[in-house]
Structures are given as structure tokens and as C-alpha cells.
């Protein structure tokens, strides 16, 4: 795994899996701690700005679509936001 940035507004400013671990739950083991982090820190939500493969992950996580844009690349970017409820 790569290092893991979540911002002090519930931002996921960086999450990333190295393509050797892809598809061994390592992601999904790193979002539920960085969920428990955040309700430590009583964060209301988490977002972040997703494309590809990523979106998917955390829209099966139980993100929402909250906007979407084009970049010049031509790659949809989407942010997802989820409510956090207190354990």
C-alpha cells in the first residue's frame, strides 16, 4: 500500500493500492481505518475525487456521486461523498 492522506474537512486527499496488492482487499481494509479515524475525530462525511476503477471501489463501498467533470485528458472525474454515523 502507498500512503494515505485524509484531510482535517473528511477529504481522502490520497489513497492508493501499488497494482501488485489490486484485489486482495487491501483497499477496503484501508478505507474501514481511515472511516474509524475519521469518526475518532468526529468527521460528519468523507469525500474524495475519483475516475475508473476507483469509483467503482467507492461507490461499493457506499459513496455517493456528488458532482462529475471532464478533464483535458478526457477522464470523467467524480467526487463521492459518504455519511459517517458514529460507531
Do not use: C, N, W
Not at 48 to 74: I, L, N, V
Amino acid at each position: 500500500a502507498l500512503p494515505i492522506y485524509l484531510a482535517t474537512d473528511g477529504e481522502i486527499d490520497l489513497m492508493q493500492v501499488d497494482a501488485d496488492y489490486e484485489g486482495r482487499g487491501v483497499a477496503a481494509a484501508l478505507l474501514r481505518a481511515i472511516e474509524t479515524a475519521a469518526r475518532g475525530r468526529r468527521l460528519l462525511r468523507l469525500f474524495t475525487d475519483t475516475s475508473g476503477a476507483a469509483h467503482a471501489f467507492f461507490e461499493r463501498a457506499g459513496f455517493t456521486t456528488t458532482a462529475s467533470s471532464k478533464t483535458p485528458q478526457t477522464l470523467t472525474d467524480r467526487q463521492v461523498e459518504k455519511a459517517l454515523t458514529p460507531d
